[in-house]
């Protein structure tokens, strides 16, 4: 899966009005969060958000849409949990669930050992699991009379 930083104006704002940034979607625009606090509700592109602060091991904040996530969740946490285990973008660059297809990325550096990141796990057509998601009718039985 690709692995990028958000871009500034674009899916970062920085907020001239008190100060803070505001996350938005990189495919439609909506916001994902702003000055901190996630949004109540995401759009259909938006599959995750992953946070991680200095001293703390991460967890996954929020799941959105239709796909393998407690899958794709156990298996991140097999990659990174490990000893040796891989950092938090090589694990995500290593993975590749039907559902999602890029993760970008903030880090707030806000004191000299401060430091946190969030990932936003995101498909660029969200189509594509709406029409994964649907079953197929089950087959009526015949009456055999």
């Known amino acids: 899966m690709k692995v990028r930083e958000l871009k500034w104006d674009k899916e970062i704002i920085f907020l001239e009005e008190g100060g803070g940034e505001e996350i938005r979607c990189p495919v439609c625009g909506a916001m994902w969060m702003r000055v901190n606090e996630h949004a109540e509700s995401f759009c259909p592109h938006f599959r995750f958000v992953y946070c991680i602060s200095s001293g703390d091991s991460g967890d996954f904040m929020y799941f959105s849409g239709r796909w393998a996530k407690r899958k794709f969740e156990r298996q991140f946490y ?16 290593k993975l590749n669930p ?48």
């Open 78 to 93: 097999e990659l990174t949990g490990a000893e040796d285990g891989l950092d938090i973008e090589r694990a995500f660059r």
């Open 98 to 145: 039907p559902g999602v297809d890029e993760v970008v990325y903030y880090t707030w550096a806000d004191f000299p050992m401060a430091e946190a990141s969030a990932y936003w796990g995101f498909e660029k057509d969200s189509q594509k699991t709406q029409h994964r998601a649907k079953v197929a009718p089950k087959r009526r039985k015949r009456n055999r009379s």
